[in-house]
Every structure is written in C-alpha cells, then in structure tokens.
C-alpha cells in the first residue's frame, strides 16, 4: 500500500463565482461533492470568503480566549449538556481544550458567550466569530444543498432540511507537546462526528488525520487561508442510508519547533427534528440501516455513543 504521506483528500474549489444553482459549474460541483463524499467521508475546500483581516482576527481572538484562566474558561458551561461547554484539563488529552456555543452562527448566543467570560463582553471577539461563523454557515447550506441535489432529491427536501438546522460552534486549541518526544502526541482522540455536516477551518498549524476506507491514516493539510475541511457525520451517514460513510478521524500535535498552538473551529450542523433516509434512497441495493430518530438526542445523549447501537436497524 502507498505510504501515508502520499495520501490526500479530493480538494475541490468553490472559489469560481459563476457557481450558482443552475449553471453548469453548480452541477460538476455537486458530483463531485458526493463522490468526495462518498469515497472518502471529506474532502477539502477551497472557499475563498474569509479574508486576511478577518482571518488574523478570529484566530487572535481566539488566543485571548484560550489565554484566559482555566476557571473563567469553565463559565462556559450548558447544564445538562457537557458537550457543548468547555472541555479541557483531560488527562488523556492535556494538549486538548475546547468551547462550545450553541446556535452559535447567531449574534446573540455569540455575544451571550463572551459576557459569561468577560464582565464587559468582548466586541472584536463578537464581531470576528459572528463575521467567521457566517460564512461557515453559507458554505455548509451550500455543500448541503449540493448533497441534496446530486441524490435527485427536489429543492422540497432540501429546503425542509435547511429550515430546521442548528448550528454548534465549537473553538479548539490544541498545545503543541512541551518536551521534545519522538512519538507524535494526541490533541483529540479517534472519533466519528454526530452532525450531519462539519465544517472545520484552522490557523496554520496542521494535525487533523482521517481514517481512510481501508485503514490508512491521512494527514490532512488545510492550512493554506482559504481552505476547509468538510466533514460527513453520523447523521448524513444514516440520512444516505450508509452510501456516505461518517470517517474516524483525530487529531495529533507534533512538538513544532516554535511551539505553536493550532486553533480550530468546526461548524456542526444538526437536524431539529426526526432524521431518516429519504425513500429514493432506500431500496433492494441499500435496504434502511437506521431507524427514524431525533437527531439533537444523538448528540445530548452522548459524545461516544455508538449509532448503531443508538438507531440501527
Ligand atoms: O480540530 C480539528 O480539526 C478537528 C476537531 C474535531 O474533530 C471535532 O471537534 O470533532
Ligand atoms: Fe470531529
């Protein structure tokens, strides 16, 4: 087999501005979006939106976030719901630590986190992730519609989709490992995605790695600025009836030699409501694999949480 190094995601380019429903350039996208898709459960983009100004100042704010004490940084929490606050100080993964905001591509939940941990807020954080979490948004409902599409599935479905999504934005900064160590170490252990789609962006620290269909691992390589990672979750596996396969994938920190941090942010987007295959995907060749169920429980129930024990057929 080729050597891990050789291995890249399909990169695809969203940059072109005639893409637009409709136009010859949307339909080629969207093939290729599902093949992507369907063959590698991601795919890089490259989406050229998010300019240098705002780049600088997302992943700026984002060190003043995560230089915050460890105490102020636990304010960020969701009674009942652990996910969606801030993970870190986990022995397993010290380089680890992460903060959620729910429905965080609205400007009130967004402005709603930044008071929990500054009394006064914090205006350029507000504006730098609302700005940033907009375009995340417009790229997912773009992927989404282009899913949609390309299994012949009429503007109804994907508009009854759109209609009822919400959105968890989660910030991650992972340390690069203190002590010069041969083994790479982990920032985030091996997992599949509860969404349906993830959208994730990083600074220019590498240390994503995907599980390919046979058992390689991928480094991937998104840190050119205008490049993205979309990610297939278990809720568009079992939407496509496992035509789309959720990957494992997790995150490893080299000991960089300016001992950086990587800042991320993914992008998860959930279904409000009862999630099933659509009835053109299920037939003799792909009999259901999953139950209807209610999505948003998926993720509360819990991070490790197998779907197939949870809805499979
Ligand atoms: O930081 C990344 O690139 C990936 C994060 C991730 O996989 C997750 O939060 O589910
Ligand atoms: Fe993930």
Same mark, same amino acid.
């Given at each position: 087999m080729g050597?891990?190094?050789?291995?890249?995601?399909?990169?695809?380019?969203?940059?072109?501005?005639?893409?637009?429903?409709?136009?010859?350039?949307?339909?080629?996208?969207?093939?290729?979006?599902?093949?992507?898709?369907?063959?590698?459960?991601?795919?890089?983009?490259?989406?050229?939106?998010?300019?240098?100004e705002l780049e600088n100042g997302v992943f700026n704010s984002m060190k003043e976030l995560f230089d915050l004490p460890t105490e102020t940084k636990m304010r960020n929490n969701y009674e009942g719901m652990p996910l969606k606050g801030y993970? &870190?100080?986990?022995?397993?993964?010290?380089?680890?630590?992460?903060? &959620?905001?729910?429905?965080?591509?609205?400007?009130?939940?967004?402005?709603?986190?930044?008071?929990?941990?500054?009394?006064?807020?914090?205006?350029?954080?507000?504006?730098?992730?609302?700005?940033?979490?907009?375009?995340?948004?417009?790229?997912?409902?773009?992927?989404?519609?282009?899913?949609?599409?390309?299994?012949?599935?009429?503007?109804?479905?994907?508009?009854?989709?759109?209609?009822?999504?919400?959105?968890?934005?989660?910030?991650?900064?992972?340390k690069s490992p203190k002590e010069v160590v041969d083994e790479p170490q982990l920032g985030l252990v091996c997992h599949t995605d509860k969404s349906f789609t993830t959208i994730l962006h990083q600074n220019h620290v590498n240390g994503l790695m995907v599980e390919t269909k046979d058992g390689n691992w991928i480094h991937v390589d998104f840190s050119p600025t205008n490049s993205f990672v979309v990610m297939a979750g278990d809720g568009l596996m079992a939407w496509s009836n496992e035509r789309i396969k959720s990957p494992n994938h997790k995150v490893v920190m080299n000991n960089n030699k300016k001992n950086e941090t990587r800042y991320s942010l993914g992008l998860f987007a959930f279904y409000k409501g009862i999630l099933q295959a659509p009835e053109k995907l299920i037939d003799e060749e792909h009999p259901l694999k999953y139950k209807p169920f209610d999505h948003l429980a998926l993720l509360n129930f819990s991070y490790s949480v197998n779907i197939k024990e949870y809805c499979g057929m």
């Open positions: 050597s891990e190094e050789k291995m890249k995601l399909p990169i695809l380019n969203f940059t072109k501005e005639d893409l637009k429903p409709g136009s010859n350039s949307w339909s080629i996208a969207c093939e290729r979006v599902r093949k992507a898709l369907e063959e590698h459960g991601c795919f890089v983009v490259v989406y050229d939106k998010v300019c240098d993970v &870190g100080q986990i022995p397993k993964i010290p380089l680890h630590e992460s903060m &959620g905001i729910d429905e965080g591509t609205t400007l009130h939940n967004i402005q709603g986190f930044a008071q929990k941990l500054w009394p006064n807020g914090n205006h350029h954080l507000c504006k730098n992730l609302f700005e940033y979490a907009k375009i995340a948004e417009e790229l997912d409902r773009m992927v989404a519609r282009m899913i949609f599409e390309s299994y012949g599935l009429m503007e109804e479905h994907y508009e009854a989709y759109m209609g009822s999504t919400s959105y968890l934005l989660r910030l991650l900064a992972h």
